[in-house]
């Protein structure tokens, strides 16, 4: 029998319903709403049987589910391109049990965090989705970036046929080394562009980028489409859907639970992609018991899961984890559209309020259905003393994102007593963030920079030092280009001719 086809459709409306391909390609609906399948399909699967598979049977699994429109040949092949050797470990996705949690690893891609994940494959739904709906228009990447994105966007899609990818960050809200990866990205069809602004700032204008209908015109008929990169963009999140999948079945494969046992996941997030891939795969079928959100001082998240006002009327603090310095949490309005029993008219007016007063506010029943959620947040003295904690007693590092959640773990354990056996999700390689992460551990490190510091935490930690870091303070920087967000059309405008 042949299997249905799963359609997508904006949270904000618009009757058209369309197929993951068209989905990927667009990035975002015509009426600037996020694609969301319009049913979460269950996993159907004997986890006892299926638990010692490997990641790439596993992805397939999972993402047919939402990709109903690519055959097994077209998924295996995207599939089989993402998850090869460019990964520094056999296994993907390694858990790490240390300090009596696990810590499910996802940084062992080209760019050592976890958009690798999802941005390794990316690139390849998209070229065969160009093929399915027979464009043949050459596809531009917009993507706005808080540090991590930005590189596995561009490390993805450098030099892929048929497409240019543009990735705008903030100049002064990355890490050195995160900006040092993007500046000296090679690649003929790869644009790395600063913005003189934060994170939001970035965000904001490629979304008014891809609402302007004029310009959007212009741009098609010089043979051009706009897509993302970002996870407003459906074939991004879906892939992120699986690691939770194999985060349960590693368990269950070493006997740390038994079938049908329930685990926690805390995630650190900004932009709420991450664990709203942990909520979908909740919804799939896999036993989850709490998803706990983990904030740093920005906490737009922790304050709406404990007031269920989503306010953005705050000063940005520019933290030691700066990929989660973002007040818009896009991915979020995925979750309303979900929590609103699919009331696409109600998610409009919520995301209406955010934009011209700043925040809106759910109502009683749709609070009542938050309860699968902690919401938290780390400061940064808390989230150094979590770094420092971690390596003294296990001499395990961890990177400041990855501190954030376990630091909001610890303080959820302490306000509920809940024992449930819990997975942090370790979203970046520590050496991202050497500065941050070896200052926290000894004081003494405050002398070295950035760079001087990569072969000081490889011989503290005695682990090698990543390929992708080796030798990036000697690469030449390629990129070169800053701009205010208001400029933000005209450099996209003069890369296109």
Same mark, same amino acid.
């Given at each position: ?195 003189? $602004? &934060? #994170?939001? +700032? ?13 310009? /959007? !015109?212009? *741009? ?49 997030? $900004? &932009? #709420?992609? +991450? ?13 989850? /018991? !709490?998803? *706990? ?205």
């Amino acid at each position: 029998m042949q299997k249905k086809n799963l359609y997508y459709q904006s949270t904000r409306g618009g009757n058209k319903k369309v197929l993951s391909a068209e989905a990927i390609i667009k990035g975002i609906a015509n009426d600037g709403g996020l694609f969301v399948p319009i049913t979460i399909p269950r996993l159907n699967q004997d986890f006892n049987k299926i638990k010692g598979i490997d990641y790439k049977t596993l992805a397939y699994i999972v993402m047919k589910e939402f990709f109903t429109d690519y055959h097994k040949d077209e998924l295996m092949y995207c599939i089989n391109q993402a998850y090869d050797k460019k990964f520094d470990t056999e296994f993907i996705a390694p858990l790490a049990k240390k300090m009596g949690v696990y810590f499910l690893e996802l940084f062992y891609g080209p760019t050592l965090a976890f958009k690798d994940m999802a941005l390794s494959i990316l690139p390849h739904f998209l070229k065969k989705a160009a093929q399915k709906l027979k464009l043949h228009k050459e596809i531009v990447i917009l993507t706005a970036t808080s540090g991590d994105t930005g590189k596995a966007a561009l490390q993805g899609f450098a030099d892929v046929e048929g497409t240019k990818i543009i990735v705008f960050f903030p100049c002064q809200g990355v890490s050195k080394i995160q900006e040092r990866q993007m500046l000296t990205q090679e690649g003929e069809n790869t644009f790395v562009i600063g913005i003189r $602004g &934060n #994170f939001d +700032d970035a965000q904001k204008g490629v979304k008014e980028i891809f609402e302007d209908i004029e310009f /959007n !015109k212009k *741009i098609a008929e010089k043979n051009y489409i706009f897509s993302s990169a970002n996870s407003i963009n459906i074939g991004r999140l879906v892939p992120q859907i699986v690691y939770y999948f194999y985060a349960y079945l590693s368990m269950l494969g070493r006997g740390e639970i038994k079938k049908g046992e329930k685990i926690n996941i805390a995630v650190p997030t $900004g &932009n #709420f992609g +991450d664990i709203l891939a942990a909520y979908y795969a909740k919804e799939m079928g896999l036993s989850v /018991n !709490k998803l *706990i959100c983990a904030s740093n001082e920005n906490k737009v998240l922790a304050d709406f899961f404990h007031t269920g006002i989503y306010d953005k009327r705050r000063e940005l603090v520019a933290t030691i984890s700066p990929s989660m310095d973002i007040l818009v949490s896009s991915n979020l309005e995925r979750l309303l559209w979900d929590i609103s029993d699919k009331d696409a008219k109600k998610v409009k007016e919520l995301m209406n309020s955010l934009r011209n007063k700043g925040f809106y506010q759910i109502d009683s029943v749709m609070k009542g259905r938050l309860k699968n959620f902690y919401g938290g947040f780390a400061s940064q003295e808390e989230c150094r003393q979590s770094i420092k904690e971690v390596f003294d007693e296990s001499k395990y590092l961890i990177d400041p994102h990855t501190a954030v959640a376990f630091s909001v773990y610890k303080k959820y354990v302490k306000e509920t007593q809940d024992k449930t056996k819990t997975v942090i999700v370790a979203t970046a390689s520590p050496f991202k963030f050497t500065k941050s992460v070896m200052e926290s551990i000894d004081n003494r490190y405050k002398e070295f920079d950035d760079f001087e510091l990569i072969k000081k935490m490889s011989y503290l930690a005695q682990i090698p030092i990543p390929k992708a870091v080796r030798d990036i303070k000697n690469k030449p920087i390629r990129h070169k280009i800053v701009c205010r967000k208001e400029e933000m059309k005209a450099k996209i405008a003069e890369i296109l001719k």
